[in-house]
C-alpha cells in the first residue's frame, strides 16, 4: 500500500548550536566514531584464568600469604617493634626465584617518591598546618627498620629494599605447588596523622596526654602475584591503596595493660585481656537487640587519668583476610552488638573516644549492622565474625578487613551539624561496605580506584537511601554529576589509580552514578541485580580484572554493554542529548471529498502576498467582456471528478481490512529529531503529554544511535494530538543540558538566575534586612533546595 | 618571628638544588626563570616574602587539624557570561565542611555556616582573595556577592564579576582550599555565549587566560 503523506506543519526549534565536530581526524568514508564498537580488542584475551565470560577459569590461581605476627606498641615512644612468619604458597604455575614484599610505611622516609614527588604549593595560599606537614615530612624518622630477614631455621635472607618494596632472595626457585617460610623483623615510628596525613597512625590528645592508635599497613607484606600483571610493581605513592593475598593471620598485640584493643580477628584470650564484667557484656551483646557498652563512656573517662602498670598481649586469630589493621588506646568507649547475617553471626562494634560521643554510640554500629544487611543483599553473606568501626585517628576514613577507621566528630560541646551526622552515617557505611569490595572481591586498588572505590560507592547510596527517605546521599543520583560531566578537562575512569585528575569526582562519583545509570536506566533493577549479585560471587575470594567485571555483567545480564562501558568507562564523553525538531505528518484518506476539502482549506490559508491582497478589488478584463471565459477559468483541480471517483473505488477495492482499519484511525504521525551533543550515547527516555491531558512515556535503547550516533529521528503514531515532549523526564541520565529536552522549547535558567529571582522575591530576606541576619541566613539556607 | 625564621630555613633546604637567590633576611623566595632584571627579581622577591608572611599569618591562628575527611578534593564553578549585563555569573559548588574548616582556621573560632552571625561576611572576604578574574593583565575586578545555598550536600556560593570588555584575554583563578588541601582541583565551567571551557585551578596551574584565537 502506498502511503500518501501531507506535511501539515514543521516545526523547528530555537537555532541549534552544539559542539562542532571535530574535523582534523584523517578523512574516512564514514565520518564518525562506532561508539558501538565491540570491545574485544582492548579487552585482554580470555585464557584458562580467565574466561571470555568474566568468570574465574579453570586454570584459575591465586597466591596465598599466612602470617604469625608478634608486636608490640611503644606507647612512650610510638613506635611498631615486631617480628612476622610468612608462610607462602606458591599456586602460580611459576618458578620464583625472588618474593616482593611490600613496605608501604617507607611512603613517610623524607627521600620517598611521594615525598620527592610531591609538588610546590601555591605560596599565595599557604597555611602555617601545610608548612609544618611539609617540615615535619622531611625531619620525621618515618618508614620500616628492616633489621632481619631470615629462613625458617633462622639463615638470613638475602634481600634488597627497593622504595616501598623489598625483594626477598629464595636460596633456592620456589617451585609451583610450594610453599615457603621465612621471618622479618622490623621496626618503625608511627606517623602522627594530624601532622603527616596517612591511612594511619596515631593522635595526641592534649587535654589528657593520650594517644590512640590506628594501626595499618604496618607490616611487611607479601606484593600479589597474579596471571595478569605477574608482581604488583606499582610503587606505593599514596593515592592507589594496595592489593594483597589472601591468607590467614595470628598475630599477638602487646600494649600498655590498660589499652583497650580492636583488630581484624577473633580475640583468643578474653580472659587475660578482659575484665570479667567487659566479658559478661561481651556475651550478652551478641544477643543483645540494640548496641551495648563493653566499656562506657564513664569508664573510658576514668581510662583516661590511668598509668599503665605494665604490658598485656591480646592474641587474634582472622582466617582468609587479605590484610591485618588494629586500633589501641586507653580511651576507647566499646560498644557492640551481635547480628545473625542469614545463619552467619556477625559481631559488629564500635571504638570510640569520649570526643565521638553523642554521635558515635547513636550511629556507628546502627550503620554497621545497616550495612551488612544491605550489602549482603546484592552481593553475598557477610562471611567475617567480626565488623568494627573505629573513631580516628585519620580524619576521613580507611578501610582493612573487618575494621576500619572514620573520621566525624561532633563539636567539643556534643552539638553536631546535620552535615557531620550524615557523614557519620555515610562513612560507616562506605568503609565497612569496603569488606565486600576490595577485601573479599579483592580488586587491585593500586591500579584501578573505580573497581572498589566506584563499586562500593553505589553500593553505599542503595544502602544510604535504605536508612532514611530522601537521605542526603553525596553520590549516586546522576543529576549530582552533571557540572563534572560537562567539564572538559577530565581523564576516564579506566586510567591508573595515581593518575586521576579529579580523585574523588573520577574514582567515586562517575563510576557509581554509571552503575546507577546501568540499573535504572539501562537494564532495569532486576537484570542488574542478578549480573552484578553474579560479579560479587564469581570473584568472593578471587582476583578480578576490569575485563572479569565487563563481561560478568554483559554474561549475566544477557545485554551488549560495550557501548556502555566504551562511553563511560573508556570516555570523557557526556550525555547531552536533545531535540532539534518535531515534524507533524496525518494519513491522506485516498477519499477524494475529504482530501480535496483537506487540500481546499490548506490552500485557502495560504498566505495572500501584499500585491495580491492589494490587487484584490481592482476592476477585471474578464469581468467586463464574460466571452473571454473559456473552460481553464472555471476548472477548480480540488473538485472532485469522475475519474477521482473512480480512482478511489479502484483504491479501495485493493485494500484489505487491516489496511482500511488503518487508513481510517486518523492517525497523526509524529516525526522528533533527535541530536547527540555530549557524545555519550545514552537511551532516549521521552514523556509525550498529549492535549487531551494524558501522558505516556517512551523508553528507546541506547541503540537508537548504532548507525548514526549524532542525529537520529524516532516516528511516534498517535491518535492524539501531542502537547508538549519532554527527554529524560526523570533526570535519570546526567544530561548535562536541559535547554534542547523540551518541545516546545523551554528556557532553562541557570542555576545563578534561579537563585537571584529567589533572592528578589524572598520575603526571608526582607526579614533579614530589617532585622537578625543570622537568624535569616539560616532559613534561607534550609529553604534552598 | 621566630617561626618565620624557621621557616625561611626550611624553605632554603627545601629548595636546595633549585636555583637560589643568595638569602637575605626573609627573601628566600628563588628568582623565577627568565626574569633579568635584578632589581625588578629583587622588588618581586621582597613582594612574595611579604605576601607569604602575610597569608602565613592569616590562616595561622589556630592549631592545624587534620581535614581531608572525604576524598572529594574540588569544587566546580559554573560561571556564565551574561552579555546583557556584562557580568560574569558564577555559581560556585563546594564541600559546606571544607569551607567551614577554612574559615575556622581564618577566624580562630567555630564555624557553622548555617548559624555563625555575618558567616557571608567571611566568606566574602575569603573568595575574594581566592576567586580572581583579571581583565587583560589589570587588577582583578570587584567580586560582587549575591548570596549562597547551602544544604547537607553542598554549599553553593553565588555572585558576579564585572567583565564591562567580556570574556576574551581574562585570566581566570579560583584558588579555594588550596591552604587547606595540597591535591584540590577547582574546575570553573565557563560559558560565554555558544563557547564552552572547563579550567582546572591546582596549585601547579593556579589560572589560565581565555584568548580571543580559541573562542
Redesign the interface.
Known amino acids: 500500500m502506498k502511503l500518501h503523506f501531507a506535511l501539515l506543519c514543521s516545526l523547528t526549534l530555537l537555532g541549534f548550536s552544539g559542539a562542532a565536530f571535530a574535523q582534523d581526524a584523517p578523512p574516512k568514508k564514514f565520518d564518525q566514531e562506532d561508539k558501538f564498537r565491540q570491545l574485544e580488542e582492548i579487552l585482554p584475551t580470555a585464557n584458562a584464568y580467565r574466561t571470555s565470560s568474566g568468570a574465574p577459569g579453570h586454570g584459575y590461581w591465586q597466591q596465598r600469604a599466612d602470617y604469625v605476627i608478634d608486636v608490640e606498641l611503644d606507647d612512650e615512644n610510638q613506635r611498631i617493634i615486631a617480628h612476622e612468619q610468612i608462610t607462602y604458597h606458591n599456586n602460580s604455575p611459576d618458578e620464583l626465584r625472588y618474593l616482593w614484599l611490600q613496605l608501604d610505611q617507607n611512603i613517610f622516609r623524607a627521600d620517598s617518591d611521594a615525598n620527592l614527588t610531591a609538588t610546590a604549593p601555591d605560596l599565595d595560599r599557604v597555611s602555617f598546618g601545610m608548612l609544618k606537614s611539609y617540615l615535619e615530612s622531611q625531619s620525621f624518622a618515618g618508614g620500616m627498620n628492616i633489621t632481619h630477614v631470615a629462613d625458617a631455621e633462622g639463615n638470613p635472607l638475602s634481600h634488597s629494599i627497593v622504595k616501598t618494596m623489598m625483594r626477598v632472595d629464595l636460596p633456592r626457585p620456589l617451585r609451583t605447588g610450594e610453599s615457603t617460610v621465612f621471618t622479618v623483623d622490623w621496626n618503625y615510628n608511627i606517623n602522627d596523622c594530624n601532622l603527616i596525613r596517612g591511612r594511619s597512625g596515631y593522635e595526641f590528645f592534649e587535654k589528657d596526654g593520650n594517644y590512640l592508635y590506628g594501626i595499618a599497613q604496618w607490616f611487611p607484606r607479601m606484593v600479589a602475584y597474579t596471571d595478569a600483571n605477574g608482581w604488583q610493581h606499582k610503587q606505593f605513592l599514596g593515592r592507589g591503596e594496595f592489593t594483597l593475598e589472601l591468607g590467614d593471620y595470628e598475630v599477638r598485640l602487646t600494649v600498655p595493660d590498660d589499652h583497650i584493643v580492636g583488630a581484624t580477628g577473633i580475640l583468643q584470650n578474653p580472659e587475660d585481656v578482659l575484665t570479667e564484667t567487659q566479658r559478661q557484656r561481651l556475651r550478652e551483646s551478641k544477643t543483645a537487640s540494640r548496641p551495648m557498652f563493653i566499656v562506657s563512656p564513664e569508664e573510658a573517662a576514668e581510662n583516661e587519668k590511668s598509668k599503665p602498670s605494665g604490658k598485656k598481649t591480646w592474641i587474634y586469630k582472622a582466617e582468609n583476610v587479605r590484610d591485618y589493621a588494629f586500633c589501641s588506646s586507653r580511651k576507647f568507649i566499646w560498644d557492640a552488638q551481635g547480628h545473625n547475617v542469614n545463619g552467619n553471626e556477625v559481631l559488629a562494634m564500635s571504638f570510640y573516644p569520649n570526643e565521638g560521643e553523642p554521635l558515635w554510640s547513636q550511629y556507628s554500629t546502627h550503620s554497621i549492622i545497616h550495612t551488612l544487611n544491605v550489602y549482603s543483599r546484592y552481593t553475598f553473606d557477610y562471611p567475617y565474625p567480626i565488623a568494627i568501626s573505629v573513631n580516628g585517628p585519620i580524619s576521613g576514613g580507611m578501610e582493612y578487613p573487618m575494621i576500619c577507621f572514620n573520621g566525624p566528630r561532633p563539636e567539643e560541646d556534643g552539638t553536631y551539624t546535620a552535615r557531620t551526622k550524615y557523614g557519620l552515617i555515610s562513612v560507616v557505611i562506605h568503609e565497612v561496605g569496603h569488606n565486600y569490595f576490595p577485601m573479599i572481591v579483592n580488586s587491585d586498588e593500586r591500579q584501578w580506584t573505580w573497581m572498589d572505590e566506584g563499586l562500593n560507592s553505589f553500593l553505599q547510596f542503595l544502602a544510604e537511601q535504605e536508612w532514611e527517605e530522601d537521605y542526603p546521599s553525596r553520590r549516586g543520583e546522576p543529576q549530582d554529576i552533571v557540572e563534572y560531566m560537562a567539564s572538559t578537562n577530565q581523564v576516564p575512569i579506566m586510567t591508573n589509580s595515581e593518575s586521576l585528575l579529579q580523585f574523588g569526582p573520577n574514582g567515586y562519583s562517575k563510576p557509581a552514578t554509571a552503575l546507577n545509570v546501568l540499573r535504572e536506566t539501562v537494564l532495569g533493577r532486576e537484570l542488574f541485580d542478578f549480573a552484578f549479585k553474579e560479579y560479587a560471587i564469581r570473584w568472593k575470594f578471587k582476583r578480578p580484572m576490569p575485563a572479569d567485571f565487563f563481561r560478568t555483567m554483559e554474561d549475566a545480564s544477557g545485554i551488549d554493554l560495550d557501548w556502555f562501558w566504551r562511553g563511560w568507562f573508556y570516555s570523557t564523553d557526556h550525555c547531552d542529548l536533545g531535540i532539534t525538531n518535531v515534524r507533524v505528518a496525518t494519513m491522506k484518506s485516498g477519499n477524494p471529498y475529504t482530501d480535496k476539502a483537506q487540500d481546499r482549506a490548506d490552500r485557502d490559508a495560504e498566505v495572500q502576498t501584499l500585491s495580491q491582497q492589494r490587487n484584490k478589488d481592482l476592476p477585471k478584463r474578464i469581468d467586463e467582456f464574460p466571452e473571454l471565459r473559456d473552460f481553464y477559468n472555471e476548472f477548480d483541480e480540488l473538485n472532485v471528478t469522475d475519474a477521482d471517483r473512480e480512482q478511489y473505488e479502484k483504491f479501495l477495492a485493493k485494500l484489505d481490512d487491516d489496511e482500511k482499519e488503518m487508513l481510517n484511525s486518523q492517525a497523526n504521525f509524529y516525526v522528533v529529531d533527535l541530536q547527540n551533543v555530549g557524545g555519550l550515547v545514552m537511551p532516549v527516555i521521552l514523556k509525550i503529554e498529549f492535549e487531551d491531558g494524558t501522558e505516556e512515556e517512551l523508553r528507546i535503547p541506547a541503540e537508537i544511535w548504532r548507525y548514526d550516533n549524532e542525529k537520529v529521528s524516532k516516528l511516534i503514531l498517535t491518535p492524539k494530538i501531542i502537547s508538549q515532549i519532554t527527554l529524560d523526564p526523570h533526570l535519570e541520565t546526567a544530561d548535562v543540558d536541559l535547554e534542547n529536552n523540551f518541545f516546545p522549547p523551554k528556557i532553562i535558567k541557570s542555576r545563578f538566575e534561579l537563585f537571584k529571582e529567589q533572592q528578589q522575591s524572598n520575603p526571608i530576606r526582607d526579614a533579614q534586612k530589617a532585622g537578625d541576619a543570622a537568624t535569616a541566613d539560616d532559613a534561607a539556607a534550609t529553604g534552598g533546595q | 618571628m621566630v617561626?618565620w625564621i624557621?621557616?625561611s630555613t626550611?624553605g632554603y633546604?627545601?629548595l636546595s638544588g633549585t636555583q637560589l637567590y643568595p638569602q637575605s633576611g626573609a627573601n628566600w623566595?628563588p628568582a623565577s626563570a627568565g626574569m633579568t632584571d635584578k632589581r625588578a627579581t629583587e622588588r618581586m622577591m621582597f613582594r612574595?616574602a611579604l605576601?607569604?608572611l602575610a597569608?602565613?599569618i592569616n590562616?595561622?591562628l589556630i592549631a592545624?587539624?587534620?581535614?581531608?575527611?572525604?576524598?572529594?578534593?574540588?569544587s566546580?564553578a559554573?560561571a556564565?557570561y551574561n552579555a546583557e549585563s556584562k557580568n560574569l555569573?558564577?555559581?560556585l559548588?563546594v564541600h559546606?565542611?571544607d569551607l567551614e574548616t577554612m574559615l575556622r582556621?581564618r577566624t580562630g573560632k567555630?564555624i557553622?555556616?548555617?548559624?555563625?552571625?555575618?558567616?557571608?561576611e567571611l566568606i566574602v572576604a575569603y573568595l575574594k582573595?581566592?576567586f580572581q578574574v583579571k581583565p587583560g593583565g589589570k587588577e582583578a575586578v570587584e567580586l560582587k556577592w549575591?548570596?549562597?545555598?547551602?544544604?547537607?550536600?553542598h554549599a553553593?556560593l553565588?555572585f558576579e564579576c564585572p567583565l564591562p570588555e567580556g570574556t576574551t584575554d581574562v585570566e581566570f583563578s579560583n584558588?579555594i582550599f588550596?591552604?587547606?588541601l595540597?591535591?584540590q582541583?577547582n574546575?570553573i565551567?565557563l560559558e560565554d555565549g555558544?563557547y564552552?571551557?572547563?579550567?582546572?585551578c591546582t596549585?601547579?596551574r593556579?589560572s589560565a587566560i581565555i584568548r580571543a584565537a580559541e573562542k
Not at chain 2, 112 to 120: A, G, P, Q
Open positions: 617561626r624557621r621557616i626550611f633546604q627545601w623566595i612574595s605576601t607569604l597569608n602565613v590562616v595561622a592545624s587539624a587534620a581535614t581531608a575527611a572525604h576524598p572529594f578534593h574540588v566546580i559554573q556564565k555569573e558564577v555559581a559548588r559546606p565542611g582556621r567555630p557553622n555556616i548555617d548559624k555563625t552571625e555575618k558567616v557571608d582573595e581566592v549575591v548570596g549562597k545555598q547551602v544544604d547537607v550536600k553553593w553565588f584558588r588550596f591552604e587547606i595540597s591535591d582541583v574546575t565551567n555558544d564552552k571551557k572547563s579550567l582546572n596549585k601547579d593556579p
